[in-house]
């Protein structure tokens, strides 16, 4: 199975930038997905982006995000990082990363697909 660790949270202003890491530990292969979640105050789990090993290929689903946000994978270091850019208050949450091994050739969306979720980190967004 695989264990997962967010970092990289914090309190930002509107417009300013952060890069959350999630560090993977155990076994991982091409059929490996690692998924970006957040959760709002008061609302349920929201999938941002997912990264499918098997093809390299990145996903961000939630069309307020395209174009400020990313995710990519550091082989170096293990890591899924999601980039997000200028962003917004209604960003603020806290972000979890979950893995899923996948019999598709595609990332599943829906959170109850993954596990091995980490604490999470807060990110927070002033205007």
């Known amino acids: 199975s695989v264990q997962l660790v967010e970092s990289g949270g914090g309190s930002v202003q509107a417009g300013e930038s952060l890069r959350l890491s999630c560090a993977a530990s155990?076994?991982?292969?091409?059929?490996?997905?690692i998924a970006w979640f957040r959760q709002a105050p008061g609302k349920g789990r929201e999938t941002v982006a997912t990264?499918?090993?098997?093809?390299?290929?990145?996903?961000i689903f939630a069309d307020s995000m395209r174009g400020r946000f990313s995710i990519s994978r550091d082989n170096a270091k293990n890591t899924v990082d999601l980039r997000m850019n200028n962003l917004k208050p209604e960003d603020t949450g806290i972000y979890y990363c979950?893995?899923?091994?996948?019999?598709?050739?595609?990332?599943?969306?829906?959170?109850?697909?993954?596990?091995?979720w980490g604490p999470g980190t807060q990110v927070t967004v002033s205007s």
């Open positions: 979950a893995a899923a091994r996948v019999v598709i050739a595609r990332c599943y969306y829906g959170p109850e697909h993954y596990s091995g």
């Open positions: 155990g076994y991982t292969d091409s059929n490996t997905c």
């Open positions: 990264f499918y090993f098997g093809k390299n290929e990145p996903t």
